[in-house]
Structures are given as structure tokens and as C-alpha cells.
């Protein structure tokens, strides 16, 4: 990923609305979520979060698929995954030390969903 990408991506994030709706939608995929009910769980206007949602797109951040009258935004987690390698990949400057702390965290993150999905099963 290449700095200007990650600022752009950064620079979406970096707004109360637009991260909240970022996170709601990493909750919601693979299936994704309706503007309108994107909206309502944010309890914003429609217009407002689809300001937000444009320059999360234009950030690579979500995507958009039209189903119906609907349109459906998606978390692109690919965009998502890249930009935390960047961060990790690059502030770390070949010192694992210094990003273990934060690996053993994510770690522990994708343990405990883990665990959660099996016991949904």
C-alpha cells in the first residue's frame, strides 16, 4: 500500500460518523447493510451518512451493490487488512519487539471470535 492510500484511508476513518459506520458494517458482513438501516442504527439522516459513505468509498473503505430499490454497503476488508499491514509493517521498521504487543492482541481477538462462533455451532 503506498502512503498516499493509507492517509487517504486514515483520513476517512478520522471522523466520528464515518468510523462508527465503518465498524458497524465490519459487524455485518459478509452480508452487508441497507443505507436506510445503516442510518437508522446511527441515527443520522440518509443524506448526511451518504456524504460519509462516499468518502469511504472513495477511500476504498466500502463497497456498494444495488439489490432492488436498496443499496446494500459492504466493509472492503481487504482495504482494511492492507492498512493495518502498512501501519504494522512500517512504523515497526523490522523490530518485531516493539509490534508483538499488538499482534498478541490481535491474536487474542480472532480467538475469542473464534471461540464464539463455535459455540453458536
Not at 468510523?19 to 436506510?36: C, N, Q
Not at 438501516?37 to 468509498?57: C, F, G
Amino acid at each position: 500500500m503506498e502512503n498516499e492510500q493509507a492517509i487517504l484511508a486514515m483520513a476517512a476513518l478520522a471522523q466520528q460518523t464515518r468510523l462508527a459506520a465503518f465498524k458497524i458494517l465490519v459487524k455485518h458482513e459478509p452480508d452487508g447493510l441497507a443505507a436506510g438501516d445503516l442510518a437508522r442504527l446511527l441515527e443520522v439522516p440518509q443524506n448526511t451518512l451518504s456524504a460519509h459513505l462516499s468518502i469511504l468509498s472513495r477511500a476504498n473503505l466500502v463497497t456498494s451493490e444495488r439489490q432492488s430499490r436498496m443499496i446494500v454497503y459492504r466493509a472492503n476488508l481487504q482495504t482494511f487488512q492492507a492498512v493495518a499491514l502498512f501501519l504494522l509493517q512500517d512504523c515497526c521498521g523490522g523490530r518485531p519487539d516493539i509490534c508483538a504487543p499488538v499482534l498478541n492482541s490481535l491474536k487474542v481477538c480472532t480467538a475469542t471470535k473464534s471461540k464464539r462462533e463455535k459455540s453458536r455451532a
